[in-house]
């Protein structure tokens, strides 16, 4: 089993609409969320960042963490053309540097 | 502007003939690190380094080599590449343990 599982998706949503992704994982020690948006031969670029579990908010974009379920997830609201991209999850322990990602989800936004 | 910054961005390549793909940061940071990324297996970690001369195994170490003789590079080496290298590379850095890290471009490398 992997340490952190991700639906690849691909998922295609018409412009304006909600998108909703999600990760579990198994380790319990994971403190720090991270999520990653990739556009197409471009690098993973820091999204959202959360410690622990409870909600964060950042424009048009909603990170939950849910430590209880080991349950992560993102939420884009009135999606747009320009977030059609790979989304990757990437949870981490406090006292480590290193990442775990998922395989990460492909989004296309239809305009 | 600060960067992580790879080199080259594609090559192609025949197995057995070393090659190195240089990664560079401009931001002081501490922690570098290097993944492949292979469809449906996300990125995966080949090796790291927490400071000058201080490597250490990822999860995918086997075939590949690092070093850290200065803060701002961390150079992976492909000592005799084989076909099952073939893939996307990227080098990320970070400034200290609970800070995210920024990512390079990536290295597509093809080794026939």
């Known amino acids: 089993q992997k340490e952190v599982e991700q639906d690849p998706g691909p998922l295609s949503v018409p412009e304006g609409a909600i998108v909703s992704l999600n990760c579990t994982y198994s380790?319990?020690?994971?403190?720090?969320f991270m999520w990653y948006r990739q556009y197409s031969r471009k690098g993973p670029e820091l999204l959202m960042y959360t410690y622990s579990s409870g909600n964060k908010e950042d424009g048009r974009f909603t990170a939950q963490v849910d430590k209880s379920s080991k349950y992560i997830s993102l939420f884009i609201r009135d999606s747009q053309p320009s977030d059609s991209a790979t989304y990757l999850c990437a949870p981490k322990t406090a006292n480590d540097y290193k990442l775990s990602f998922g395989a990460g989800t492909t989004v296309t936004v239809r305009a | 502007e600060a960067q992580v910054t790879q080199n080259p961005r594609y090559l192609i390549t025949v197995t057995g003939k070393k090659l190195t793909v240089t990664c560079s940061q401009n931001?002081?940071?501490?922690?570098m690190s290097w993944y492949r990324q292979d469809p449906g297996l996300g990125l995966r970690q080949i090796y790291y380094s927490m400071n000058v001369e201080v490597t250490d195994k990822g999860d995918v170490p086997e075939g590949y080599k690092v070093s850290r003789k200065e803060k701002r590079n961390f150079p992976l080496i492909l000592e005799s590449p084989s076909p099952n290298q073939t893939s996307l590379y990227f080098c990320a850095s970070s400034p200290m343990m609970n800070q995210p890290q920024h990512f390079g471009d990536g290295t597509r490398l093809s080794i026939l």
């Open positions: 931001m002081n940071h501490e922690y």
């Open positions: 380790n319990s020690a994971f403190q720090y």
